[in-house]
């Protein structure tokens, strides 16, 4: 005879934490997520279900599979796994585990999922992310992301950090590194620094998106000023 552990009824969703890179569509009219091991091809929204990954018709999570979604249950466990090099451009994620789940030693393996907060780490260079921007990678129809400072965000594809929610939706928080809230958009006031009145942008947001319209401004100066260097040559040639 084979024990099983007796059924869960909690009263509220559990929390749990993982690691995922954030993804942009290629008309720039979503973001989403992606895992970081078997879940990297299947890109999914804040709020989502599960599928199986290797095309079986079965409903995650079943017991005989590995589908599902994956979190651990403590925050510092997901933030180690930000240490590995291929996952340094991940950022970290706090969900809401919802549907059906099997609860194991360390984390849930589960059938729903809201993303609540998203925090995205410094920029490769160091700096404070204030955007994500293209990371050079991605799959058919969706461009990877990677935390970007302004500076090295010029030039490249980029959307910030509360831009970034607002394609997202469903209430999504995106908070850079240190903590600094720099999008609320569907919190209520007590939920989110930086809100205004109505979910307006706040002044953190606005700082942000201020610093990469100058970071872009920077750079398209630096490119007509080339431009008419090179025009200047040519005229002076003929």
Sequence with gaps: MRLRLPAERPTEPPTGYKIARPV?????????????????????????????????????????????????????????????????????????????????????????????????????????????????????????????CAGCARGRTSVSLAGFARLAGEGLRVVAGGGLAVSSVGATAGEAAGATAGGEPGVPELVAEAALLQARLDWFQTQLARLGERGAGGAEKG
Excluded: K, N
Excluded at 48 to 66: F, K, N
């Design 24 to 148: 942009l569509s290629h008309d720039g009219t979503r973001a989403g997520f992606t895992g970081v091991s078997l879940g990297g091809a299947l890109p999914y929204g804040v709020l989502d279900d599960a599928a199986c990954v290797y095309g079986r018709r079965h409903r995650p999570p079943a017991r005989l599979c590995d589908c599902g979604f994956h979190c651990v249950h403590d925050r510092t466990a997901a933030e180690a796994l930000l240490c590995a090099p291929e996952h340094r451009a991940a950022v970290l994620l706090e969900v809401s585990v919802l549907g059906a789940y099997i609860r194991f030693e360390r984390g849930f393996r589960y059938a729903r999922q809201r993303v609540r907060t998203a925090t995205a780490g410094p920029c490769a260079c160091g700096a404070a992310a204030v955007a994500l921007a293209d990371a050079d990678r991605g799959r058919p129809g969706w461009r990877a992301l990677a935390p970007a």
